[in-house]
Nanobody, 116 residues
Framework: QVQLVESGGGLVQPGGSLRLSCAASGFIFSIYPMSWYRQAPGKERELVASISSASGSTNYADSVKGRFTISRDNAKNTVYLQMNSLKPEDTAVYYC?????????WGQGTQVTVSS
């Protein structure tokens, strides 16, 4: 069975940091581009960051560029999202996604709340 399990979310103050992890199993992780999405209450789910399978090329939403870093460890079947300088507007449920051609897998999400 395919699983993507996010962890590392929680409550942090503005300016703080969190490191999200997404542990993958049940598919060939190393050949799948991976992404992090987020969805805030009342808003559409949006792409935050993505990373390619082979080259490790990354892309970021303008809103997080310079603050967030996506990385992956294919030996551990894990993708990470390091989030620094967090802002209240970063508050959302963060989802891990694997997508290759017609195949898409989603994690269950982890809550990130940035508040004083």
């Amino acid at each position: 069975q395919v699983q993507l399990v996010e962890s590392g979310g929680g409550l942090v103050q503005p300016g703080g940091s969190l490191r999200l992890s997404c542990a993958a199993s049940g598919f060939i992780f190393s050949i799948y581009p991976m992404s992090w999405y987020r969805q805030a209450p009342g808003k559409e789910r949006e792409l935050v960051a993505s990373i390619s399978s082979a080259s490790g090329s990354t892309n970021y939403a303008d809103s997080v560029k310079g603050r967030f870093t996506i990385s992956r460890d294919n030996a551990k079947n894990t993708v990470y999202l390091q989030m620094n300088s967090l802002k209240p507007e970063d508050t959302a449920v963060y989802y891990c996604k694997a997508n290759r051609y017609a195949t898409t897998y989603w994690g269950q999400g982890t809550q990130v709340t940035v508040s004083s």
